[in-house]
C-alpha cells in the first residue's frame, strides 16, 4: 500500500517560514491535501489539491508538490500555527485514502 | 452552512457492540461520499472507510474491512460506524468526514471519543 512519510517535528521562531515535508513514491503524480490539527480539536483542511487554498484560510499557507515530496510551507508563523499537520492522498491504484503520520509544528 | 454533527461519547466494556452517527445538513447528503476516521489517544489520523449514502457503495481499508461496518440512511441524512464487538484497543476519537468532489475531506465532525476499558 501507499506510505506517505512525515517528519515526527518541525521547530520554527515566530516569524520565520516553515516547511514540512510529506515524502511518497512519486507523489508529484498525485493531488496531496494538508489538514491542520490543533489539541482537542477536529483536524482542518488548509491545503487541496496540492496549492489551493479554502476560503478563510490564511495565504500565509501555501503547498508544492514534486518529485517524490510534498512541502506544506506556513510563511511568518505566529504562535496559533502550532498544531500537528498531516498530508493525506487518494491511492488510485488501490482505491485507498492515505494519510501521512503527521508532523507537529513546534512555535519557539 | 455544512454541518457533520456525531454522537455523543461512549464507554463500552469488551464484547459489547457499538453503533455512532455522523448527521450531514446544509448540502444535499446523497450527493457526497462520508468516511470514517480513526485517531488514537496521541496518535496520527487512519482512513477507516467511505460510504456513498446516494446507493450506499461502500469501500473500507484493509486494516479495518471485517473489524467495523459503515452505513447510511438516507432518508435522516446519517451516516453510522457500527463495532460487533468491541475490544480495548478500539478505544480512540472517531471523526466522520466528508468527501469533496476531489478526493480530500473539506468537513469534519466534531468526532465521537470511544472508550473500551472492562
Known amino acids: 500500500s501507499y506510505v506517505l512519510t512525515q517528519p515526527p517535528s518541525v521547530s520554527v521562531a515566530p516569524g520565520q517560514t516553515a516547511r514540512i515535508t510529506c515524502g511518497g513514491n512519486?507523489?508529484?503524480?498525485?493531488?496531496v491535501h494538508w489538514y491542520q490539527q490543533k489539541p482537542g480539536q477536529a483536524p482542518v483542511l488548509v491545503v487541496y489539491?496540492?496549492?489551493d487554498r479554502p476560503s478563510g484560510i490564511p495565504e500565509r499557507f501555501s503547498g508544492s508538490n514534486s518529485g517524490n515530496t510534498a512541502t506544506l510551507t506556513i510563511s511568518r508563523v505566529e504562535a496559533g500555527d502550532e498544531a500537528d499537520y498531516y498530508c493525506?492522498?487518494?491511492?488510485?491504484?488501490?482505491?485507498?485514502?492515505?494519510f501521512g503520520g503527521g508532523t507537529k509544528l513546534t512555535v519557539l | 452552512e455544512v454541518q457533520l454533527v456525531q454522537s455523543g461519547a461512549e464507554v463500552k466494556k469488551p464484547g459489547e457492540s457499538l453503533k455512532i452517527s455522523c448527521k450531514g445538513s446544509g448540502y444535499s447528503f446523497t450527493s457526497y461520499w462520508i468516511g470514517w476516521v480513526r485517531q488514537m489517544p496521541g496518535k496520527g489520523l487512519e482512513w477507516m472507510g467511505i460510504?456513498?449514502?446516494?446507493?450506499?457503495?461502500?469501500r473500507y481499508s484493509p486494516s479495518f474491512q471485517g473489524q467495523v461496518t459503515i452505513s447510511a440512511d438516507k432518508s435522516i441524512s446519517t451516516a453510522y460506524l457500527q463495532w460487533s464487538s468491541l475490544k480495548a484497543s478500539d478505544t480512540a476519537m472517531y471523526y466522520c468526514?466528508?468527501?469533496?468532489?476531489?478526493?480530500?475531506?473539506?468537513?469534519w465532525g466534531q468526532g465521537t471519543l470511544v472508550t473500551v476499558s472492562s
Open positions: 460510504i456513498y449514502p446516494g446507493d450506499s457503495d461502500t
Open positions: 468526514v466528508r468527501r469533496e468532489a476531489g478526493d480530500y475531506f473539506d468537513y
Open positions: 512519486n507523489i508529484g503524480s498525485k493531488s
Open positions: 489539491d496540492d496549492s
Open positions: 493525506q492522498v487518494w491511492d488510485s491504484s488501490s482505491d485507498l485514502w492515505v
